[in-house]
Each structure stands twice: as C-alpha cells, then as structure tokens.
Nanobody, 125 residues
Framework: HVQLVESGGGPVEAGGSLRLSCAVS????????MGWFRQAPGKEREGVAY??????????ADSVKGRFTITQENAKDTLFVYLQMNSLKPEDTAMYYC????????????????WGRGTQVTVSS
C-alpha cells in the first residue's frame, strides 16, 4: 500500500508562486510515475504534470508549460514530489492532487493507482 499526502496549497495573488509537496510512503515500486492533477469546481479533472522514475523524465500540460516545474527527492523512507508553480493565474485555482502509478506508460490520464486527498490552491486577480 502507498500513502500520499499533499501540502503547500493556499491563497495567492495572480503572478505569485507556490510550491506544492507530496510525501509518498509505503511500498513504492522502483519503477513509477508520479503525477499532479487538479480539479476546479464544475470542471473535469486535469492532468498537470508527471515525472518518471527512470531518468526523471517530465511532461507538462500545455496550460502550465513554462510556469510549473515538477521535481522529486528521495529521503530515507519517503519520496517527495514537488510542484513549483510560478506566474500563477486565477484559472489555476483548483484542488491539486498527487498520484502514483506503477503500471503502464506515464501519462496525464487519470489511471493512477494511488491518490492523495488534495491541497487547495486559490489564485486571486
């Protein structure tokens, strides 16, 4: 079993920055894909970015490319996955979720095995 806990969300003004963190613990496979997703009220869930364990390959949705950066850091028993968000816009307002995937190709589709509970990001204009 794998546990994911997000943190770092909050209110921010447009143009500002936030760094989201996802602490991943449990039976983490050596080969994984970690993704960040978001969902705004009344909208479908959207894949934001992912990072692949092998070589740290990353991929971003067009809506965040050039503004968001996903990174990872291995601690003793915990993997940390970060989402640095710069030049935030009101349309970035959403609940942000971290997710882990151990099978299949990395993608921004929602077929991830484990999910966190989310952290709210609110960007005011």
């Amino acid at each position: 079993h794998v546990q994911l806990v997000e943190s770092g969300g909050g209110p921010v003004e447009a143009g500002g920055s936030l760094r989201l963190s996802c602490a991943v613990s449990g039976n983490l496979h050596s080969d994984y894909c970690m993704g960040w997703f978001r969902q705004a009220p009344g909208k479908e869930r959207e894949g934001v970015a992912y990072i692949y364990s092998e070589g740290g390959t990353t991929f971003y949705a067009d809506s965040v490319k050039g503004r968001f950066t996903i990174t990872q850091e291995n601690a003793k028993d915990t993997l940390f996955v970060y989402l640095q968000m710069n030049s935030l816009k009101p349309e970035d307002t959403a609940m942000y979720y971290c997710a882990a995937k151990f099978t299949g190709a990395c993608a921004l589709t929602g077929d991830y095995n484990y999910w966190g509970r989310g952290t709210q990001v609110t960007v005011s204009s």
